[in-house]
């Protein structure tokens, strides 16, 4: 069974920092990428940042690049999310998610699984 479960999230004042974490149970053998995405109210859910199980290269979205970072453990259990350099356009309910396709990056239609989210605000 698939599960995905976000911690971390918060209230941070502009220039701060928070570590999303995500615990994952997925079969290693079917998962291919895994990511963060984000979705504020009314607007779309868009990816933040993403990368190849198992792998080291990462995608970020020109939003976040060079701010954020994205990492896992080394068993593949726990994917992180660092945030830093925090902006109020960052406030969004944050979303970890996992994709059973070789070719998912950021693109959200691509993933299969997904957690219950974990809340940002960032205030100004």
């Known amino acids: 069974q698939v599960q995905l479960v976000e911690s971390g999230g918060g209230s941070v004042q502009a220039g701060g920092s928070l570590r999303l974490s995500c615990a994952a149970s997925?079969?290693?053998?079917?998962?291919?990428?895994v990511a963060w995405f984000r979705q504020a109210p009314g607007k779309e859910r868009e990816g933040v940042a993403a990368?190849?199980?198992?792998?080291?290269?990462?995608y970020y979205a020109d939003s976040v690049r060079g701010r954020f970072t994205i990492s896992q453990d080394n068993a593949g259990k726990t994917l992180y999310l660092q945030m830093n350099s925090l902006k109020p356009e960052d406030t969004a309910m944050y979303y970890c998610?996992?994709?059973?396709?070789?070719?998912?990056?950021?693109?959200?239609?691509?993933?299969?699984?997904w957690g219950q989210g974990t809340q940002v605000t960032v205030s100004s």
């Open positions: 998610a996992a994709s059973t396709s070789l070719r998912a990056g950021l693109g959200r239609s691509e993933y299969n699984y």
């Open positions: 990368i190849i199980t198992r792998g080291t290269l990462p």
């Open positions: 997925l079969p290693p053998y079917r998962i291919f990428y």
